[in-house]
């Protein structure tokens, strides 16, 4: 494998950045995970937008113009023959002895890119049968909506979820309601039948495949509500689903035990995930 590290290609084995580089010592750094489908990277450009919004919302200072970016990620792919599989970007505010305030101005940031492909079968299999996942407090900070590289509370929650038997950790906020996935957003068919999710504005991290889902529904012509959910209402919902890139849309059917619906996958997630592809530019 081959990855990408401050302007060379590196065997991945060798590809390393400085012991004193800000995503080291205080996880001060942004990233992006993004899907390659049949040699297509889905969403580059709703991703690279993100980017540029984590970037700016902690002050890092991008050199590198989004043409480059942009060929530099190409280059990552075909160098590692992902037709199908991911990339993974992070820049980093860079290496400087370490203090908590920012280096000085002429430090570079860092950049590294990464791919690999992933196992077809894997991701139907997890569709087919559902994956299960449990509820834990959301105890994470509030500028959850900023795609930074400080993800211990998540880790911990998905290790807390594989050690119960479970796939993902779902986020439960102060007054009861779910906010998202420990890496992803999350979605449920009520018992009125309605498709929702929680509004973007507060509490999660705004996922490019919940926006995508979003066209996609609109031309399917299935109505969405952004409105938060209780856990209550997620164990009672028909349908219960999460999305990232790294999942596009898998149903959920258990929760901390209890079965959801019929502890079978529901329709709405195949349909929007039969659909994704054609609208996902
Ligand atoms: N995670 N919420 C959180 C906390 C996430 O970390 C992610 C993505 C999402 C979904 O965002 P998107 O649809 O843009 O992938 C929501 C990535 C995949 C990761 O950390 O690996």
């Not at 690279?48 to 970037?55: A, G, I, T, Y």
């Not at 599989?85 to 430090?107: I, W």
């Amino acid at each position: 494998r081959i990855a990408y590290v401050n302007g060379r290609y590196l065997p991945h084995s060798d590809a390393a950045v400085h012991i004193e580089d800000r995503g080291f010592q205080f996880a001060d750094g942004v990233y992006e995970v993004c899907e390659v489908r049949h040699g297509v990277i889905v969403d580059l450009t709703r991703h690279l937008d993100r980017l540029e919004r984590s970037l700016g919302e902690i002050r890092i200072t991008l050199t590198m113009s989004r043409m480059a970016l942009s060929q530099v990620i190409r280059e990552v792919l075909r160098r590692n023959r992902v037709r199908n599989g991911l990339f993974y970007l992070q820049v980093t505010r860079g290496a400087a002895r370490r203090d908590h305030v920012f280096p000085p101005e002429a430090t570079p940031a860092t950049v590294v890119v990464t791919a690999k492909s992933t196992d077809p079968s894997i991701v139907a299999k997890k569709n087919a049968n559902g994956i299960k996942a449990i509820t834990l407090p959301d105890n994470r900070w509030d500028r959850v909506d900023i795609k930074t590289v400080g993800l211990l509370p998540n880790a911990l929650a998905r290790q807390q979820a594989k050690e119960a038997g479970a796939q993902e950790a779902i986020y439960v906020d102060k007054n009861g309601m779910v906010t998202e996935g420990a890496a992803t957003n999350v979605w449920i068919v009520d018992r009125d039948g309605v498709l929702r999710t929680r509004p973007a504005e507060h509490g999660i991290l705004r996922g490019i495949t919940r926006t995508t889902l979003m066209d996609v529904a609109a031309a399917k012509g299935i109505a969405i509500r952004e409105e938060a959910f209780s856990v209550e209402e997620m164990l009672a919902a028909r349908e219960v689903f999460i999305t990232a890139a790294t999942s596009i849309c898998f149903p959920i059917v258990e929760i901390d035990g209890r079965t959801i619906a019929n502890g079978h996958p529901g329709g709405m997630s195949q349909k929007i995930r039969e659909a994704f592809f054609d609208i996902a530019e």
